[in-house]
């Protein structure tokens, strides 16, 4: 019980709004307009869960609980996002 409440604070706490954000001037983290580009191309929940695995740095967990999926949909759909980005950047390099 204590662990579901910890986990249900933790992840309140990672919600930010978007005035918040402009008020403590924090810059956009999401520059590389390449890579940005490239996961346009991905699929809506392919390209949330990279977002929320890399560039958020949330666990697979919290991944999960947030898109009301099982924690392995979450890792399937990461690593198979993460090959069609690879491809398609590597693509674009050649």
């Known amino acids: ?44 929940k392919e390209r949330k869960v990279i977002m929320l695995k890399v560039f958020e740095e949330w666990t697979i967990r919290e991944i999960a609980d947030c898109l009301h999926e099982n924690p392995n949909t979450v890792k399937s759909m990461l690593y198979r996002g993460l090959k069609k980005l690879r491809g398609k950047v590597e693509a674009e390099m050649v």
């Open 1 to 44: 019980m204590i662990n579901t409440a910890v986990d249900a604070t933790r992840r309140q706490s990672r919600f930010v709004s978007d005035d918040q954000v402009q008020e403590e001037g924090q810059e956009d983290r999401y520059e590389d307009t390449d890579i940005m580009a490239a996961l346009d191309t991905l699929e809506e």
